[in-house]
């Protein structure tokens, strides 16, 4: 398949029998700013962004494409309600992630600090004998990307200030 100005039919076909570890890949190689409009890929990128489980492993490569995106591709990957919502919010929003050490680099974040708490209990993130936090950091809203669809209040974010570290104690795992 030619990537030369792909539609979201082609890029959603390409990505069709993808599972959660394959589609963000198979994405991947379909940007190609040198040859692409890349409307397209932005959409498709937010539409499938909750059905990607191995974001974290991108988080360098997404963060200097989010970085260097236009403001219109970065709207492209919100639905209009996300953009609402994301336009009301004061320009600079206050952001929690949920995280351990090893992790906390990542593009996910909550606008709800209760909702990143429950992240590390959750069985597919929980590291038993590991002490899990949570950090809060301030971001211009031009930086994030809102994620409304699985009541997280998501918020992907590639340029952030730190601001604190909340750690958590071992917890219980939860399903």
């Known amino acids: ?24 890949p ?4 379909l ?10 890929w932005f959409q498709v990128l937010g539409d499938n962004w909750d059905c990607c489980d191995n974001i974290w492993r991108y988080r360098a490569d997404l963060a200097k494409i989010l970085g260097n995106a236009s403001p219109e591709h970065i709207a492209l990957m919100m639905t209009p309600k996300e953009r609402e919502a994301l336009a009301n919010l004061p320009d600079v929003i206050t952001i929690y992630r ?7 680099a990542g593009l996910s974040w909550s606008l709800s600090r209760d ?9 597919r993130y929980s590291h038993p004998g590991h002490e899990p936090f949570i950090d809060e950091a301030t971001a211009n809203k031009r930086n994030c990307v809102l ?3 699985r009541d ?20 219980e795992v939860s399903a």
């Open 115 to 123: 909702i990143a708490a429950q992240f590390p209990t959750l069985m």
């Open 98 to 104: 949920g995280c351990y050490s090893w992790n906390d």
């Open 152 to 171: 997280e209040q998501e918020v992907i974010c590639w340029s952030h200030s730190f601001e604190s570290r909340y750690f958590l104690g071992k917890q």
């Open 26 to 29: 198979e994405l991947m190689k």
């Open 1 to 24: 398949m030619s990537n030369i100005n792909l539609t979201v039919d082609e890029i959603e076909s390409a990505i069709q029998f993808c599972d959660s570890y394959t589609r963000l």
């Open 147 to 149: 994620k409304l669809d």
């Open 31 to 40: 940007y190609n700013p040198a040859t692409n409009d890349l409307s397209a």
